[in-house]
């Protein structure tokens, strides 16, 4: 479930030419789950009809302070003690400034003055603009601002066809924005790292030992580990996935490359969600190995035991995650890695069957607690199951 579920969203549009993306915002706020209301400056109701918003949020829209059948209706004070997060898209370089200086000349602005919600501000706009030390200033002012946030804007090409930073983030970048920015804070300032993918072992340049894991699971936890307010690095063995907005990634290839990069963290949490390959040439050729019609029987040695070995290091993380995929026997074998490799938990899943651990988009999986208690979860779509995982984490059981 997101953590927009159920929450009050206060969007306030600016007069600029990104205004009709908010139209998508709404959309993609409501199928989040969340309750929109829509407040838009003077000059946004010049690129957009309020209608527009009006029948996408289903709550009339509040353009004007000094319209007295809106104060009627719900007071600007309301307004801006109903919202639990403001979220100002596009905003353009005027609101920035009125923002920073803090005046209350509109109807948005007053209520940014008057609200004690977050406030996530997205500016997009043309790339001097942006570039432009006034604006600088401003963002480094409101950045500094408690509950308060800017989501810099995307590089591309933009409505005046210069190519460069201005371009107003997708809306799924906004809403994990969004998520990050109501977190509750039990993982704020917590580095949690969390490993991905599959590594690969390679004989020669062109052959190697691997398995299906898509990095799926990991990638969608280390999403949802930053929209919960970690900052989030992700240690991804090849996959095709883009990197997950806001975590920083490191590509490795290897088992070995894996424990090198997981070793060099100093986590708070250790998600350990990679398919590490267990098992590495002896040998590897330098050259690509001719064919030959003769049985090959390369010889294979353990690859590090990257959880047993951290379990024993001082450098530890307080809380540790592994991931058992497992054919049969699925809980025993889960509770005697769990044990084995002295971990704080362990989610444990099937290989097999349509929410299998390898590729798949949905997973049904069984959370296991060291001491005992466990709980299953699913079948839900990856994304949830994450962030079912990291609320496990997060909760009191394990900080
Ligand atoms: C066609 C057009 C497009 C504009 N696009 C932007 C924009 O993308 N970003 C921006 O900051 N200002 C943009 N502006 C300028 C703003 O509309 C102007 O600064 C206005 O005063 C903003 O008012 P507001 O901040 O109250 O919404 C644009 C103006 C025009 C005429």
Known sequence: MSRLDGRRVLLGVGGGIAAYKAAELVRALRRAGAEVRVVMTASAEEFVQPLTFQALSGHRVGTDLFDPSFEEDIGHIELARWAELVLVAPCTANLLARARAGMADDLLTTILLATTAPVLFCPAMNTQMWKHPAVQENIVVLERRPRSLVLHPDEGELACRETGPGRLPDPDVVLATAERALA????????????????????????????????????????????????????????????????????????????????????????????????????????KRKKSDAPWDPALTRTPDILSELAQSPRRAPVVIGFAAETDDIIGNAVRKLESKRLDGIVANSVYGPTGAFGSDASTVTLIRRGGHRHEFGPHPKREVAEHIIEWVASSDFQ
């Not at 580095?191 to 990991?218: I, Q, Y």
């Not at 900052?231 to 490191?250: E, K, M, N």
């Not at 100093?266 to 998600?271: E, G, K, Q, T």
């Open 184 to 287: 509750g804070g039990q993982l704020r300032g917590k580095h949690v790292v969390v490993t991905a993918g599959p590594t690969r072992e390679f004989f020669d340049p062109v052959r190697f030992l691997s398995n299906p894991s898509s990095g799926k699971m990991g990638y969608s936890l280390a999403a949802a580990a930053w929209s919960a307010g970690a900052d989030v690095t992700l240690v991804s063995g090849p996959t095709s996935l883009p990197a997950p907005w806001g975590c920083r990634v490191v590509r490795v290839v290897s088992a070995s490359d894996m424990r090198d990069a997981v070793l060099a963290e100093r986590a708070d949490v250790l998600i350990m969600a990679a398919a590490v390959a267990d098992y590495t040439p002896v040998e590897r050729s330098e050259h």
